[in-house]
């Protein structure tokens, strides 16, 4: 299916390019004075509405995009995606995350064998393990019960389950499931992290997720280790079977390690690291906070987009729709950037997951053929919740450079307050700004209002907003567990129709390769150094005056110390 020709070649592509001389001509502002195209720019499924009406397009622009999806073959390669065939070809994988949360009844094969038995297999272990540890039946190594939980792991093993976790919190059903009980997240190789992580725990009432595929993640792997120490000094070696268990399918090192590997949950090579939130590597951490039937309704609401993005015909499909429109700002109009703005506090972890999902899978230079590709592809994504963001970077969003924007609001807070006398409650104002900045800009503000205003005339520029500023609105109708798995979906999809589109390898990142391997070399120099004495040697002038002056400001570190654990 994959076609050797560029998609900047085809002439869907040439059209659009001609198409958009004529678009510019023209403001939001008058764009969005024609209702009938707004209310054509409106979609609604299962309690979430899209409106892309303040996006520079017009519907002729929409349906030369679906014209470029089917010189694309966008429909095939969903289909591809769904059936398990190694759509990611410079791996030799598939690409079918969409299976982590199929019905128990579903078939989704992969080399002609249905996997979705053996991720119920998975999910039905999580389920009775979880409920173990917060029933109390299954104990740490003293008796005492195991109300904490480290989970260590890095990129989408802890981006994707931090997200999650943030967003569940605050759930009155979540919460009330989590009360007693705490999951950590410990990423980074820094031992600062380290230290953050293990504050205020104790090792007797801890239990730590240990979640690298092949078990030989450098960084996690070195986390791993220094949290069997910590609970080592303080329980003994053979507390850590009852301490620790892995996310891997590495059962060899998994044993080696001290861990039973009956306490091993699988995944597959067919789950790439930034799409596994919904396998054992999201879903054993936060069963164990959450408890499996919150975590469960996580994944029916990614389901439910799954089959949506799936079945759903192109105009109504809010993935694709997403992706489409990406690919118009970002290869059409230049637009470099991103910014997703969740007006929840408890989608504050959204953008940090969605920037890893994104950048990622579609920061490629060539195409899935190995061709240089003479269009820019993927953008770069960062995002704040609002109003904080508001005081932050919207000035730049507004009278700098012209930046996409996702707004993203909920109807019901998680969380509401009410207070006498106030002209709206706290969510309602939360949301007026939800409202109010998208329209600030689409429409700007013109130097004849200024002067109406009577603002004084040296004013007048610094408080001209130029308008015509695009961005879309996600409105879900609450942010329970369900609508969580739904969000993540939405994206996750919206990303991989980019790559469609692109003709790019969405699914694979040899781009994080090279610095690790150099790192390497690092590593060996400054273990030689520390222990042999040697002077620096292999590197540029630059990384080599660095390295030293380093070694030499940092001469007191012990050659072979004995294990040193954070003090706080």
């Not at 990384?543 to 294990?563: G, H, I, Q, R």
């Amino acid at each position: 299916m994959a076609s050797s020709a560029l998609i900047c070649d085809t002439q869907p592509w040439k059209d659009l390019k001609a198409h958009l001389e004529d678009v510019k001509k023209t403001h939001l502002r008058d764009l969005l004075s024609d209702a009938e195209r707004c209310k054509s720019m409106m979609v609604d499924f299962d309690g979430i509405t899209l409106d892309y009406s303040r996006q520079r397009a017009t519907p002729q622009t929409l349906g030369q995009l679906y014209k470029l999806a089917e010189a694309a073959h966008l429909k095939e390669k969903i289909n591809r995606m769904f059936n398990g065939e190694r759509i990611n070809s410079t791996e030799n994988r598939s690409v079918l995350h969409v299976a982590l949360r199929a019905p128990r009844d579903a078939v989704i094969n992969s080399d002609g064998k249905n996997v979705v038995p053996d991720v119920w297999n998975v999910l039905d272990k999580i389920k009775e393990f979880s409920e173990k540890v917060r029933s109390g039946s299954w104990v740490g190594a003293t008796g005492k019960p195991l109300t904490n939980v480290i989970s260590v792991g890095i990129g989408g093993s802890f981006l994707g389950p931090l997200f999650v976790h943030t967003a569940l919190q605050t759930d009155p059903e979540a919460s009330k499931s989590a009360k007693g009980r705490q999951l950590r997240f410990l990423a980074n190789v820094d031992p600062i992290d380290v230290a953050r992580n293990i504050t205020g725990l104790n090792p007797e009432t801890t239990l730590v997720v240990v979640v690298s595929k092949t078990f030989t993640t450098a960084e996690t792997m070195l986390n791993a280790r220094t949290l069997r120490a910590w609970i080592s000094k303080e329980l003994g070696p053979s507390a850590v079977a009852k301490h620790m268990v892995a996310v891997s399918t590495n059962l060899k090192l998994v044993e080696e390690f001290g861990i039973d590997p009956k306490n091993a949950f699988a995944f597959w090579d067919w789950v790439g690291g930034r799409y596994s939130v919904c396998s054992a590597v999201g879903v054993l951490p936060l069963s164990l906070q959450y408890g499996f039937p919150v975590v469960e309704k996580f994944l029916k609401g990614a389901a439910s987009i799954d089959q949506h993005f799936y079945s759903t015909p192109f105009e109504k499909n809010i993935p694709v729709l997403l992706g489409l429109l990406s690919v118009w700002n970002v290869s059409f109009f230049g637009y470099s950037a991103r910014a997703i703005l969740p007006y929840s506090q408890a989608l504050e972890k959204f953008a940090p997951h969605i920037q890893q999902v994104s950048m990622e899978s579609n920061g490629k230079g060539v195409s899935i053929d190995g061709k240089p590709l003479p269009l820019e592809t993927g953008e770069i994504d960062f995002g704040e919740p609002g109003t904080n963001g508001q005081h932050s970077f919207y000035q730049l969003i507004h009278q700098g450079r012209v930046i996409p924007c996702d707004f993203i609001g909920v109807v019901k807070s998680q969380q509401p307050v009410y207070l006498e006398g106030e002209v709206v409650n706290n969510h309602d104002e939360l949301m007026s700004n939800f409202f109010a900045q998208p329209d600030a800009l689409a429409y700007g503000k013109t130097p004849e209002q200024l002067q109406q205003e009577n603002v004084s005339s040296h004013l007048i520029p610094h408080k001209t907003f130029s308008g015509n500023r695009p961005s879309l609105s996600l409105l879900l109708a609450s942010l329970d567990s369900y609508k969580v798995g739904q969000l993540l979906a939405i994206y996750e999809h919206r990303v991989a129709v980019q790559g469609f589109i692109w003709g790019i390898n969405s699914f694979d990142q040899w781009g994080v390769e090279l610095g690790k391997s150099l790192a390497t070399q690092v590593r060996k120099q400054l273990n030689a150094s520390r222990t042999k004495g040697e002077t620096v040697q292999g590197f540029n002038f630059s990384t080599a005056t660095m390295l030293t002056k380093y070694l030499k400001e940092s001469s007191d570190v012990p050659a072979n110390p004995s294990t040193i654990l954070p003090q706080i």
